[in-house]
C-alpha cells in the first residue's frame, strides 16, 4: 500500500472554490477509486476509472469530477457544487488480477 | 443492488475476550466478501477475504450463503485488534464494485 500516495493531507475550501485531491500509484494497477468516509457513513464511492481515459461514477458522484489522462493518477476535484464537501476522501487502487483494493493514507477537505 | 449491512458502531470487550462482528450482505449472485480494517493513524488495509479461507491475526469469518453472512470472529481479543473494522462485498470479475458496510469500532481494554 506505500506505491499510493495522496496529497495534500489537509486541504481547506473557501465558499465557492473548487479544490483538487491528488491520488498516485506506481503499482502499475489499472483500476483507481475515489471513495468519501464519513462518520457513521462508512465508505462511498464517488468514482472509479478501470482503464486510462475512461471513468464511471459512482453511488455519490454529484459535485465531484475526476480525469485519468494516466494509468498512474486520478485527481479528484470537489466542485462548489457540492455542498457538503468536509469528509475524509480516499484513493484506492487494485490490479485487474487480483480482488484486493489498496488505499492511500487519505486527504482531509474542511471548509473554511 | 448489492448491500452490506452491519448492525453495530461500536463493539467494547476486554482483552481476552471473544469478539463476533456481525456482517449481513445482499447480492443476488455468487458474492466476493472482504474484510478490511484501520488501525488508529494507518491506512484501510485488507484484513481477510472469504476465498482464501485463511485466518489473519488470529481472525476468521466465514461466508453462510443461507444466512447471508460474513461474521468476523476471534477468541482472545487483543488490545491491539481495536480498530475500525469494515466488511465489503464485490460482485464476481475484475471489474466489480467494492461497497461497504459502514463499519464498526472495535475496542478491546485492558
Known amino acids: 500500500d506505500g506505491g499510493i500516495t495522496q496529497s495534500p493531507k489537509y486541504l481547506f475550501r473557501k465558499e465557492g472554490q473548487n479544490v483538487t485531491l491528488s491520488c498516485e500509484q506506481n503499482?502499475?494497477?489499472?483500476?483507481m477509486y475515489w471513495y468519501r468516509q464519513d462518520p457513521g457513513q462508512g465508505l462511498r464511492l464517488i468514482y472509479y476509472s478501470q482503464i486510462v481515459n475512461d471513468f464511471q461514477k459512482g453511488d455519490i458522484a454529484e459535485g465531484y469530477s475526476v480525469s485519468r489522462e494516466k494509468k498512474e493518477s486520478f485527481p479528484l476535484t470537489v466542485t462548489s457544487a457540492q455542498k457538503n464537501p468536509t469528509a475524509f476522501y480516499l484513493c484506492a487502487s487494485k490490479s485487474v488480477y487480483q480482488e484486493t483494493q489498496y488505499f492511500g493514507p487519505g486527504t482531509r477537505l474542511l471548509v473554511l | 443492488a448489492q448491500r452490506v449491512t452491519q448492525p453495530e458502531k461500536l463493539l467494547s470487550v476486554f482483552k481476552g475476550a471473544p469478539v463476533e462482528l456481525k456482517c449481513n450482505y445482499s447480492y443476488s449472485g455468487s458474492p466476493e466478501l472482504f474484510w478490511y480494517v484501520q488501525y488508529s493513524r494507518q491506512r484501510l488495509q485488507l484484513l481477510l477475504r472469504?476465498?482464501s479461507r485463511e485466518s489473519i491475526k488470529g481472525f476468521t469469518a466465514d461466508l453462510n450463503k443461507g444466512e447471508t453472512s460474513f461474521h468476523l470472529k476471534k477468541p482472545f481479543a487483543q488490545e491491539e485488534d481495536s480498530a475500525m473494522y469494515y466488511c465489503?462485498?464485490?460482485?464476481?470479475?475484475?471489474?466489480?464494485?467494492?461497497?461497504f458496510g459502514k463499519g464498526i469500532t472495535l475496542s478491546v481494554r485492558p
Open positions: 465489503a462485498l464485490s460482485g464476481p470479475g475484475a471489474n466489480s464494485k467494492l461497497t
Open positions: 503499482l502499475n494497477h489499472d483500476a
Open positions: 472469504h476465498i
